[in-house]
């Protein structure tokens, strides 16, 4: 299986502040990746796929790039409301694995 | 906009079986691949069994190949997960989530607000 690997842990940041999150396969993944949000006490918002693209409706202060191993998701001008859990995952192959999560807190 | 319900979580001895359920509505749900995803108690996300629209194909994780079950009707609109054998790794809240496709992409666009399993004696 490819294991996904996301950095930091944990990111302290300030409203207005820009951030970028970091996540790394085992093995390629080509442009097979996807981003999600996920705040306390709700399901995951599904916010990038294929690396790049934003889902409809989604802010355009998220953006993704990468391809191959090493990926990132950059969020700027944070809000109040961006302070969250994100979590990369990889669909190229079987079992379609995600990252352990990035908590992003004030 | 697609909506999601599961329901049918509860609390189960070791060794027991749970169905789940998921109606789907805001979407026609019988042209997308429909997955199963859970979350560990405070932890990560994991993929566990997925099915085409069809239900030609079905898939499942390792960890619940040949105890979980994955099913659909597309005229209740309707998608299913029946749990056997469980243990309390099983712990986890279920989420249904939609596929962007008919025939899987392996990404979830859209989430239910999740069923909670809990296996314990």
């Known amino acids: 299986d490819i294991q996904m690997t996301q950095s930091p842990h944990t990111l302290s940041a300030s409203v207005g502040d820009r951030v970028t999150i970091t996540c790394r396969a085992s093995q390629s993944v080509n442009k097979w990746l996807a981003w999600y949000q996920q705040k306390p006490g709700q399901a995951p918002r599904l916010l990038i796929y294929?690396?790049?693209t934003l889902k409809n409706g989604v802010s355009s202060k998220f953006s993704g790039s990468g391809s191959g191993t090493e990926f990132t998701l950059t969020i700027s001008s944070l809000q109040p409301d961006d302070f969250a859990t994100y979590y990369c995952q990889q669909y190229k192959s079987y079992s379609y694995t995600f990252g352990q999560g990035t908590k992003l807190e004030i | 906009e697609a909506q999601l319900a599961e329901s049918g979580g509860g609390l189960v001895q070791p060794g027991g079986s749970l169905r789940l359920s998921c109606t789907a509505s805001?979407?026609?749900?019988?042209?997308?691949?429909m997955h199963w995803v859970r979350q560990l108690p405070g932890k990560g996300l994991e993929w566990v069994a997925g099915i085409n629209w069809k239900s030609g194909f079905t898939g499942y994780a390792e960890s619940v190949t040949g105890r979980f079950t994955i099913s659909r009707d597309n005229v209740k609109n309707s998608l299913y997960l029946q749990m056997n054998s469980l243990t309390p790794d099983d712990t986890a809240l279920y989420y249904c989530a939609k596929d962007p496709a008919a025939s899987e992409e392996y990404f979830f666009d859209s989430w239910g607000q999740g069923t909670l399993v809990t296996v314990s004696s």
């Open positions: 805001g979407f026609n749900f019988a042209d997308y691949a």
């Open positions: 294929e690396a790049s």
